[in-house]
C-alpha cells in the first residue's frame, strides 16, 4: 500500500508542468551621459586648468578647473560643463563618488569659479557622494556667475582716463603696488580725483571686475594699479 502511494506521488509530481517562478530581470541602469543630457556630436570649447582628487572616508571624489571663453549663452555655457562632467567623470581611473567642474573665464583662479559651477553626484548633492549608489539615482546640478553673461569694456593700453572717486568716504584714489590687493604695504601713493592717466595694462578678475595698471600723464610720474570704477575714459 505505501509503495502504491509513493509511486502514485512520483508520478504527479514528474507529470507536473509547473515551473519556479523567474527572477525579476534587474532594472537598466541608465549611463552618465543618458543622466547628464549632453547634446551628441557637440564641439567643447573649454580647456583643462587643473583638477585634483580630495578624497574624504575613503570616498573618491575629483574636483576639476577648466576654462572658458567670454561670450558663450547660457545654453553653450551649461553645455560645456555637462560636457566636462562627463569626459572627467567616466576618464577616472576609479569609479567616483562625486565630480565637480568649476568654469574660470578669467585668469585668477582665488576668487571661485566665475562662470559656472557643475556637480555631478547622488542627488546632485556633493556631500553625499558615493560610488556604490547607483546611477539612476545621479543627478547634474549647474550654477551659472550671472556676472559672466554681462558685456565687460575693456579699456586699451594707451588709452587715457581721468581718476575719479568711487566713495564720498575718501577723497583720494589709492594706487597699489598689487593688482589684487590694497593693504597698507602695497599702497604707492594717494591721489587726487581729476588726474589724468595713461592705462599701461589690466587683469580681468572675473566677478570682481577688471583692474588697471595706470600711469600718471603728469610728473611726478607714479605707476601702480586701480579699480575700474576709480577711471573715466577721456
Known amino acids: 500500500m505505501r509503495l502504491m502511494a509513493a509511486a502514485l506521488s512520483l508520478a504527479v509530481l514528474s507529470g507536473c508542468s509547473c515551473s519556479s517562478p523567474e527572477p525579476k530581470e534587474l532594472a ?8 547628464l543630457g549632453g547634446k551628441p556630436g557637440f564641439t567643447p570649447r573649454y580647456e ?7 578624497d574624504i ?10 576654462r572658458v571663453p567670454r561670450g558663450l549663452t547660457r545654453e553653450e555655457l551649461e ?4 560636457h566636462a562632467l562627463l569626459h572627467f567623470y567616466e576618464s577616472a581611473p576609479v569609479r567616483l563618488g562625486a565630480v565637480s567642474v568649476g568654469a574660470y573665464a578669467s585668469e585668477r583662479l582665488n576668487m571661485g569659479a566665475d562662470a559656472a559651477l557643475g556637480e555631478f553626484a547622488p542627488g546632485g548633492q556633493w556631500g553625499e557622494a ?3 549608489v547607483p546611477l539612476s539615482a545621479w543627478q547634474a546640478k549647474i550654477s551659472f556667475e550671472e556676472h559672466y553673461f554681462r558685456t565687460v569694456e575693456v579699456l586699451a593700453k594707451g588709452a587715457r582716463a581721468t581718476l575719479v572717486l568711487s566713495s564720498e568716504f575718501s577723497n583720494t584714489i589709492s594706487l597699489s603696488r598689487k593688482a589684487n590687493q590694497w593693504l597698507e604695504e602695497d ?7 581729476g588726474v589724468p592717466v595713461v592705462v599701461v595694462g589690466h587683469e580681468d578678475f572675473g566677478k570682481v571686475g577688471v583692474r588697471y595698471e595706470v600711469e ?3 610728473k611726478p610720474k607714479r605707476k601702480g594699479w586701480v579699480h575700474s ?3 573715466k575714459p577721456e
Open 229 to 231: 570704477f576709480n577711471l
Open 79 to 82: 553645455q560645456n560643463v555637462r
Open 28 to 35: 537598466k541602469q541608465p549611463t552618465a551621459a543618458e543622466v
Open 130 to 132: 558615493d560610488p556604490a
Open 187 to 193: 599702497i604707492l601713493a594717494e591721489l587726487k580725483p
Open 57 to 66: 572616508a575613503g570616498v573618491p571624489r575629483l574636483v576639476v578647473r577648466v
Open 216 to 218: 600718471t600723464a603728469s
Open 48 to 54: 583643462l586648468i587643473d583638477m585634483e582628487r580630495p
